[in-house]
T-cell receptor
Framework: AQSVTQPDIHITVSEGASLELRCNYS??????LFWYVQSPGQGLQLLLK??????LVQGIKGFEAEFKRSQSSFNLRKPSVHWSDAAEYFC???????????FGDGTTLTVKP | EAQVTQNPRYLITVTGKKLTVTCSQN?????MSWYRQDPGLGLRQIYY???????DKGDVPEGYKVSRKEKRNFPLILESPSPNQTSLYFC????????????FGPGTRLLVL
């Protein structure tokens, strides 16, 4: 069974500092991996995704993530955080040709001025 | 505008009173899915549908029903709601399957008394 672990429930960073959100997954084959962001009171929006190919993927809002098969990780990074990045972030894994989707428990990001 | 809509957005009901939350998408997507979001538990998949008349259980299907009679609609039915179904519900759709980018509705906040 597939699973996703986001070890950090809550992270606080200063505006302008770098950010890394961790995600570890368990999946039998090559996974389809996603990062979504949820702003307060909103639905989820896709930040980036990995299916195959280059293991470093670029997303919207200056985010990037790196797929590391050996570590079963798909960590999200941003070199300089903006106050508007404060939100909840979800890592997710999807089945290649089926319907199951599994989300992590989420990481809440607080940005200090 | 491409979107997923849910109705109602907010609902307060009492234990045992049947209710339906509607979900509709205008993107001609084959895949649709329902999730519930609870604090500290991330998003958990309730049911998904790969196409019309094709539905399957997610991780937490107990107490819920779905139907997919038309491609654009995927209603979630609670035949006898209980307080433990108080939650924030999201509908999502994607072009073909769970391994693709999902587009989320705005959410339905349900309180069962």
């Amino acid at each position: 069974a597939q699973s996703v672990t986001q070890p950090d429930i809550h992270i606080t960073v200063s505006e302008g500092a770098s950010l890394e959100l961790r995600c570890n997954y368990s999946y039998g084959a090559t996974p389809y991996l996603f990062w979504y962001v949820q702003s307060p009171g909103q639905g989820l929006q896709l930040l980036l995704k990995y299916f195959s190919g280059d293991t470093l993927v670029q997303g919207i809002k200056g985010f990037e993530a790196e797929f590391k098969r050996s570590q079963s990780s798909f960590n999200l990074r941003k070199p300089s955080v903006h106050w508007s990045d404060a939100a909840e972030y979800f890592c997710a894994v999807g089945e290649a040709n089926a319907g199951k989707s599994t989300f992590g428990d989420g990481t809440t990001l607080t940005v200090k001025p | 505008e491409a979107q997923v809509t849910q109705n109602p957005r907010y609902l307060i009901t009492v234990t045992g009173k049947k209710l339906t939350v509607t979900c509709s998408q205008n993107m001609n997507h084959e895949y649709m899915s329902w999730y519930r979001q609870d604090p500290g538990l991330g998003l958990r998949q309730i049911y998904y549908s790969m196409n019309v008349e094709v539905t399957d259980k997610g991780d937490v299907p107990e107490g819920y029903k779905v139907s997919r009679k038309e491609k654009r609609n995927f209603p979630l039915i609670l035949e006898s709601p209980s307080p433990n179904q108080t939650s924030l519900y999201f509908c999502a759709s994607s072009l073909r399957r769970g391994g693709e980018t999902q587009y989320f509705g705005p959410g339905t906040r349900l309180l069962v008394l």
